[in-house]
């Protein structure tokens, strides 16, 4: 079986990353490429055929993906190596860390009637009617103290699952609303207050994907579009449009042969 790093290697100039969840320079091997999760272990990415074994697909990079545990039980089994870049281009989201409380959003709407997001925003701007910096991060510091109460008192995890689902979460969230709705006293202390000016609250990344300053950052996954790719390489395309080969290309250019083959595969 091919490591997790021959295996991003052997993609990384063959796959457009705007086509996926995550940016090719930012420890591939280590990410899922669904949903952007970063892996302490290399081994906690694991390994995806394309197409299974069960139906004649073979062990090598050109066969496999690295997907979490999460996103591997949801891929494609399916006797179509397409099907497999269709999903992870459809379902992948551009924040990391965030398609699950993405889905977790869908399905309080489903459960509920009404998107999340809306009922949130109501409720900051009626505790908060100015809005400001330092009261989005007092808002978000309660919420982040009621959700970790409802956590761990009102939830449980599937047997084998590693992580609440969607419809739990969801469930969390509506307690969290309920709650701040009846919370009337948002005082907190001046160190603390402090502490949050100093970082953006984390609660506010997970759920929102809004960036954050710190050890671990969900990134903001926002690739070229295609037409600012040909922008900028605009010389690999006039070459390309002569009939040059891409070893000719990177060796007039000095560009590297996976820029190349983006502008290749674009034309």
Not at 181 to 191: A, D, G, M, V, Y
Not at 217 to 233: C, G, I, N, S, Y
Not at 240 to 255: C, D, F, N, P, R
Request: charged content about 30%; glycine content about 6%; aromatic content about 10%.
């Amino acid at each position: 079986m091919p490591s997790h790093i021959a295996i991003a290697s052997y993609w990384q100039d063959k796959v457009y990353e705007g086509d996926i969840g995550i940016d090719w320079a930012d420890k591939p091997h280590k990410r899922c490429w669904r949903c952007g999760r970063m892996s302490k272990n290399r081994n906690v990415t694991q390994r995806c055929h394309i197409i299974p074994s069960s139906l004649g697909g073979g062990d090598k990079p050109e066969n496999i993906v690295l997907l979490c545990a999460f996103c591997h039980k949801e891929a494609p089994n399916a006797n179509c190596k397409d099907v497999m870049w269709a999903w992870l281009k459809n379902t992948s989201t551009s924040l990391y860390d965030t398609l699950h409380s993405f889905r977790a959003f869908e399905e309080y709407e489903k459960i509920y009637g009404i998107k999340f997001q809306s009922e949130l925003e109501k409720v900051f701007a009626s505790k908060f009617p100015e809005q400001t910096t330092s009261d989005n991060k007092i808002f978000f510091e309660f919420f982040g103290q009621f959700y970790s109460e409802k956590l761990i008192s009102n939830s449980t995890i599937h047997f084998g699952e590693g992580q609440i689902n969607a419809s739990t979460k969801a469930f969390l969230l509506r307690g969290v609303l309920l709650a701040l709705k009846e919370k009337t006293e948002w005082t907190i202390s001046k160190e603390r207050l402090k502490e949050l000016e100093d970082k953006s609250n984390q609660v506010s990344v997970d759920f929102l994907g809004e960036e954050k300053k710190g050890k671990r950052v969900p990134r903001k996954h926002t690739p070229m579009t295609k037409d600012q790719l040909l922008e900028k390489h605009n010389d690999i395309k006039e070459l390309l449009q002569q009939g040059s080969t891409a070893s000719e290309i990177v060796k007039l250019t000095g560009k590297s042969s996976s820029t190349v083959y983006k502008i290749q595969k674009i034309l």
